[in-house]
Every structure is written in C-alpha cells, then in structure tokens.
C-alpha cells in the first residue's frame, strides 16, 4: 500500500517557540491531505483540511493563525505550530489520499508525532 | 458521516476468533464501511471497507448486514499484535474526504 511518512516522530520544544511537523506521501500525489489531533485515551479530532495550492479549511474551533498549513506540493504539508503551549501538546497525525479517479479513495496515515511542550 | 456504535472493549484470547460490532443505523445508499485500526503510539492503520456485499481480505472479514444498518469486523485468529482500537467509520467515499473517528473498541488479547 502507499505510505506517508511524519517528519520528525516526536519533538520536544519550550514554551513560545514554533514547531514545524511534515508530511509527506512518498509514493503517491495527494492533492488534499488532513491533520488531525489525538490527546491520550480520547480519539482522533480532524483539525483541517490541506489543499495543494490552496488554503487550508480549518474545522470549528481550530485557530487558523496557531496552526498553519501550507501544501505546496502534490507530496507535502506541513503543520507549523506557532508560539507552543503545554496544551497544544499532543499526537499529531496526518492522512493523505490518492488524487481523485473515482471509485474508492482509500486514506493512508502517517505514523503521528508527537510534541511535547515545556 | 453516519453516526457509529462500538463497544468500548472487548477481550479475545490468542489464537481464537474475534467479532467486533458496530452498529450504523442512519448509514445512506452511498456510503461505504470502513475498519481502521490504531496500535498505540501509532496512526491509524486502513483494514478492511465494504459496500453491501462481505469482504474478505488478508487481515480481516467484513460482514455487512442486509439492511445494511450494522457490520461485524471478524480477526479469525487473534494475535497479540492485534490489539489496538479498532474504528468503523462510515461515509461516501465518491472522494476524498475526512474520516469522523468515533472512539472506537479497544481491543485486548489475551496470552
């Protein structure tokens, strides 16, 4: 099957500063990718949608400005997380899907990262 | 997405079938069934989907009710590398869309 990989696996930064999380699909082009959030023992939550050469479509209650996307290209995205905070620690995990030809779009997911806030 | 219901755990013993529920009662004409799995520390892991007839692939079954309203993931022989939160999702899959993630069934095997 195709694979999407996570770049880095885990991250450990301070309060205030930025982290950069990529994700790429490695054998496939993925014009839309997705980020999701998983805090311990509770489910995966989609945090928004990542279009190729596009903007990111955040779900309610994300905030745009914290969490930026950028997918510049049919491969990779990439979440930024700006100015860290302990509560933003979590699992960070993205999924990516072959270009549409109709029929079934299986999603394929990275192995997650986790960051972990000072 | 078509609400789900799982159970919140279920426990298998090694080397013995295992039958995970889950029931979609509001599910359309047009939506497919989707098993994911996540081992811990991991990101979800695709298993098996369906439209209305079972399927059977090298992970898992799929048996998919007549009316379509509920679903059976079955591990014909469990193994310990089974144990995980197994999702069932369900939703059209004409595109590529995102997956609602219920909370799924954690799945433990016993030795």
């Known amino acids: 099957g195709a694979v999407v990989s996570q770049h880095p696996s885990w991250v450990i930064c301070k309060s205030g500063t930025s982290v950069k999380i990529e994700c790429r699909s490695l054998d496939f082009q993925a014009t839309t990718m997705f980020w999701y959030r998983q805090f311990p023992k509770q489910s995966l939550m989609l945090m928004a949608t990542s279009n190729e050469g596009s903007k990111a479509t955040y779900e309610q209650g994300v905030e745009k400005d914290k969490f930026l996307i950028n997918h510049a290209s049919l491969t990779l995205s990439t979440l930024t997380v700006t100015s860290a905070h302990p509560e933003d620690s979590s699992f960070y995990i993205c999924?990516?899907?072959?270009?549409?030809?109709?029929?079934?779009?299986?999603?394929?997911f990275g192995p997650g990262t986790r960051l972990t806030v000072l | 997405d078509a609400k789900t219901t799982q159970p919140n755990s279920m426990e298998s013993n090694e080397e013995e079938p295992v039958h995970l529920p889950c029931n979609h009662s509001t599910i359309s004409g047009t939506d497919y069934i989707h098993w994911y799995r996540q081992l811990p520390s991991q990101g979800p892991e695709y298993v098996i989907h369906?439209?209305?007839s079972n399927v059977n692939n090298r992970m898992a079954s799929l048996a998919i009710a007549e009316d379509r309203k509920s679903s059976t993931l079955i591990l014909h022989r469990a193994t310990l590398r089974d144990a995980a939160v197994y999702y069932c999702?369900?939703?059209?899959?004409?595109?590529?869309?995102?997956?609602?993630f219920g909370s799924g069934t954690q799945l433990t095997v016993l030795p």
């Open positions: 999702i369900v939703h059209s899959s004409g595109s590529a869309r995102q997956l609602t």
């Open positions: 999924s990516a899907s072959e270009m549409d030809r109709g029929g079934y779009n299986e999603q394929f």
């Open positions: 369906g439209l209305t």
